[in-house]
Structure formats: structure tokens, C-alpha cells
């Protein structure tokens, strides 16, 4: 089957700015697919490529097997798209603004915009101008999902919402996948890919470093634990642990524990248990901490963890 995208050795420059390094990436029909980077990596402007708003400087992009300058309105057609930054007209309503993009769609999606608008509690009648950001981005959402298409382009679509329109947005992705269509959405928040798409592609400095699995991608990322006891303990009873890497005890602090724990906790807790534990504290750990990974096993790379070692102190990014 032709994947749904497909970009091969893609390169774009900006004058001397060289956005993408030769991006190979696939996206198979029915998929939802997370592309994932930290600001500045590259995602907007493949997406850009995607829909023909920029050309590359070299390679090759396919949609639906066509290339996006060569498919004209036609494929545009079957694409939903949410833009990074969304312009939207300042005199109109929202509710004007969505009937007048159905009405240039040939009228595909005006049945949705009421039903959709709810979900996302817009108020339809309020001058876009008027709108807050988050409110902004619904009405980008619902033009992308409207009239049902075939492929979904989002770039940071859950970047303003709450987590409550969080959550309905991952519904409109299942939906959407559930009749069918592929989702190809961007973000530079593990947490907020994780929780829609399978398959995730991260992209940093326009190379792409890692296709996985998400779950797999969860696994080796694993969590940073901390564990507080009554007494002093022994690094060694836990350094050598199935799942537990980087195990510390503070010589300044000998009651405390922090280690990297990929896998199952089980060896961990058993561990732990033969000490009385008065404190226990594990976090996911965020895409920052993954291309901290990445640094540490380069062979030249040396890059110390977090400095309070919990790998916390990377938080708070966005
Ligand atoms: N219009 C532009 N002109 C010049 N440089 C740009 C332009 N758009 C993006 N860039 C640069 O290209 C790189 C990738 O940007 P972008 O694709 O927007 O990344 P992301 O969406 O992942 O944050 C960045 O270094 C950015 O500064
Ligand atoms: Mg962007």
C-alpha cells in the first residue's frame, strides 16, 4: 500500500538556514502519527511542505503518492490542515468565518460546524478578533475536522487548550482514525503525543533521531524515581538492579534514592521494601530528558543529567 506520506531525502533551506537535513519519513494510511521536536527542530516547515506552502530545495514529498505541487486543489481537498499560526480575519464571526471555508469547500462540513463548535464550547457568534488563543485554535480545529477528510495535517493542535479540550480533541483524532482517515500531528510535548498517536518520528535540528512505537518509546524513556527512607542506605543494594540505571545516594543526603527505572518496577519495590520507605515520587519523563539519552550514548557526547539528578528540572519548557 502507498504510504500516506512520504518524503525522502527532503531538504529545505531557508536562504543559508538549512530548516531540514534530508528527512525520510513515512506515515502509513489509517495511522496516527506523532512528530515530535523542540521548537525550532523543523516540523512546521515539513508540514509546510506537505501542503505545497513551501517547495523543497531538494528530495521528494508524496501525498496520497502524488506530489503536493503537482496535486492541486484536488489533494488539497482531501487534507484538513491546522496551521502552526493560524491568521484568521478580524470582521468576521466565527460562525461566518467556518460557513464561508464550507461554503468554498462546496458546502462539505457546514452540517459538522454546530456539533463541533459544542464540543469545543466556541461561541460561534463572537467576533474572531475577539477570540483568546485557545479560542482561536478551536476554530482552527473544527475547520480542519469539518468536512471529514481523508488525511489530517495538524501542527501543535493541542498547543491553548485546556486539558479538558485536550481530551476532546484525542476523541475527534480517535474518530477520525475510527472512519478511517490518518492523523499526522505535530508537538514538542511527549505527554501531549503520547496519549493519540502510535507511531512517533523525532525530529531535532532537521534530522530526524528516532522512529518508534510510543509505548516503546515510554519504555526506554522510563520514569526518574526518587525514594526517601527512614535510614541510611547502600547505593550498591540497588545500582545493579534489572530497570534501574544511574542509581545515586547523595553522600550529603544518604537517605535518598534517585535512578533512571526503565521497565518493570517490581526489582525496585522489592528492593526498596526490605528499608522502610517514607517517601516514593516517580515522573514520566519529557522528550528534553530523551535527547539527553541521545547526547549520553553519542561516543563523544558527555552531557551531565539534570543537575538535581530527578530530571525534573527540565520542566516547564513550553
Ligand atoms: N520563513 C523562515 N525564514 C527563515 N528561517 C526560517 C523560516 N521558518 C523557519 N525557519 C527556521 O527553520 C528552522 C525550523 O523551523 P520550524 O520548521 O518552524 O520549526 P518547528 O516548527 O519545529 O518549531 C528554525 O531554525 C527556524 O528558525
Ligand atoms: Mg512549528
Same mark, same amino acid.
Given at each position: 500500500m502507498t504510504p500516506v506520506i512520504r518524503t525522502s531525502g527532503l531538504v529545505k533551506d531557508y536562504g543559508k538556514v538549512r530548516? $531540514? %537535513? !534530508?528527512l525520510d519519513l513515512e506515515v502509513e494510511a489509517g495511522e496516527v502519527f506523532g512528530f515530535l521536536g523542540p521548537n525550532g527542530a523543523g516540523k512546521s516547515t515539513t508540514i509546510r511542505l506537505l501542503l505545497d506552502l513551501l517547495r523543497p530545495t531538494a528530495g521528494t514529498v508524496e501525498v496520497f503518492g502524488r506530489s503536493p505541487s503537482a496535486g492541486g486543489p484536488a489533494l488539497r481537498a482531501r487534507i484538513g490542515y491546522l496551521p502552526g499560526e493560524l491568521a484568521l480575519p478580524a470582521r468576521v464571526n466565527a460562525g461566518e468565518y467556518l460557513g464561508h471555508l464550507a461554503a468554498l469547500r462546496g458546502g462539505k462540513g457546514a452540517a459538522r460546524i454546530g456539533e463541533l463548535a459544542e464540543r469545543f464550547s466556541l *461561541? $460561534?457568534?463572537? &467576533?474572531l478578533r475577539a477570540l483568546s488563543k485557545g479560542n482561536k485554535q478551536k476554530v482552527g480545529l473544527v475547520q480542519a475536522f469539518m468536512h471529514d477528510p481523508e488525511l489530517l495535517v495538524l501542527d501543535e493542535p493541542t498547543s491553548g487548550l485546556d486539558p479538558l479540550l485536550q481530551r476532546e480533541f484525542r476523541l475527534l483524532a480517535q474518530e477520525a482514525q475510527a472512519r478511517g482517515a490518518t492523523v499526522f500531528l505535530s508537538s514538542h510535548v511527549l505527554q501531549e503525543v503520547e496519549e493519540v498517536a502510535r507511531r512517533v518520528a523525532i525530529i531535532r535540528a532537521g534530522v530526524m533521531v528516532d522512529v518508534d512505537d510510543v509505548r516503546a518509546l515510554r519504555r526506554r524513556a522510563g520514569q526518574q524515581v526518587l525514594l526517601r527512607f527512614a535510614a541510611p542506605v547502600d547505593v550498591a543494594e540497588f545500582a *545493579? $538492579? &534489572? !530497570?534501574? %540505571? *544511574?542509581a545515586v545516594v547523595d553522600p550529603q543526603d544518604t537517605v535518598t534514592l534517585t535512578c533512571l527505572l526503565r521497565g518493570e518496577p517490581m526489582a525496585l519495590l522489592v528492593a526498596a521494601s526490605r528499608h522502610h520507605v517514607i517517601r516514593w515520587h516517580a515522573k514520566d519523563r519529557e522528550l528534553e530528558d530523551l535527547f539527553m539519552d541521545f547526547y549520553r550514548t553519542a561516543p563523544d557526547g558527555v552531557v551531565d543529567p539534570a543537575p538535581d539528578g530527578t530530571g525534573t528540572s527540565k520542566e516547564n519548557v513550553r
Amino acid at each position: 500500500m502507498t504510504p500516506v506520506i512520504r518524503t525522502s531525502g527532503l531538504v529545505k533551506d531557508y536562504g543559508k538556514v538549512r530548516a $531540514l %537535513h !534530508g528527512l525520510d519519513l513515512e506515515v502509513e494510511a489509517g495511522e496516527v502519527f506523532g512528530f515530535l521536536g523542540p521548537n525550532g527542530a523543523g516540523k512546521s516547515t515539513t508540514i509546510r511542505l506537505l501542503l505545497d506552502l513551501l517547495r523543497p530545495t531538494a528530495g521528494t514529498v508524496e501525498v496520497f503518492g502524488r506530489s503536493p505541487s503537482a496535486g492541486g486543489p484536488a489533494l488539497r481537498a482531501r487534507i484538513g490542515y491546522l496551521p502552526g499560526e493560524l491568521a484568521l480575519p478580524a470582521r468576521v464571526n466565527a460562525g461566518e468565518y467556518l460557513g464561508h471555508l464550507a461554503a468554498l469547500r462546496g458546502g462539505k462540513g457546514a452540517a459538522r460546524i454546530g456539533e463541533l463548535a459544542e464540543r469545543f464550547s466556541l *461561541d $460561534l457568534s463572537r &467576533p474572531l478578533r475577539a477570540l483568546s488563543k485557545g479560542n482561536k485554535q478551536k476554530v482552527g480545529l473544527v475547520q480542519a475536522f469539518m468536512h471529514d477528510p481523508e488525511l489530517l495535517v495538524l501542527d501543535e493542535p493541542t498547543s491553548g487548550l485546556d486539558p479538558l479540550l485536550q481530551r476532546e480533541f484525542r476523541l475527534l483524532a480517535q474518530e477520525a482514525q475510527a472512519r478511517g482517515a490518518t492523523v499526522f500531528l505535530s508537538s514538542h510535548v511527549l505527554q501531549e503525543v503520547e496519549e493519540v498517536a502510535r507511531r512517533v518520528a523525532i525530529i531535532r535540528a532537521g534530522v530526524m533521531v528516532d522512529v518508534d512505537d510510543v509505548r516503546a518509546l515510554r519504555r526506554r524513556a522510563g520514569q526518574q524515581v526518587l525514594l526517601r527512607f527512614a535510614a541510611p542506605v547502600d547505593v550498591a543494594e540497588f545500582a *545493579d $538492579l &534489572p !530497570g534501574v %540505571h *544511574d542509581a545515586v545516594v547523595d553522600p550529603q543526603d544518604t537517605v535518598t534514592l534517585t535512578c533512571l527505572l526503565r521497565g518493570e518496577p517490581m526489582a525496585l519495590l522489592v528492593a526498596a521494601s526490605r528499608h522502610h520507605v517514607i517517601r516514593w515520587h516517580a515522573k514520566d519523563r519529557e522528550l528534553e530528558d530523551l535527547f539527553m539519552d541521545f547526547y549520553r550514548t553519542a561516543p563523544d557526547g558527555v552531557v551531565d543529567p539534570a543537575p538535581d539528578g530527578t530530571g525534573t528540572s527540565k520542566e516547564n519548557v513550553r
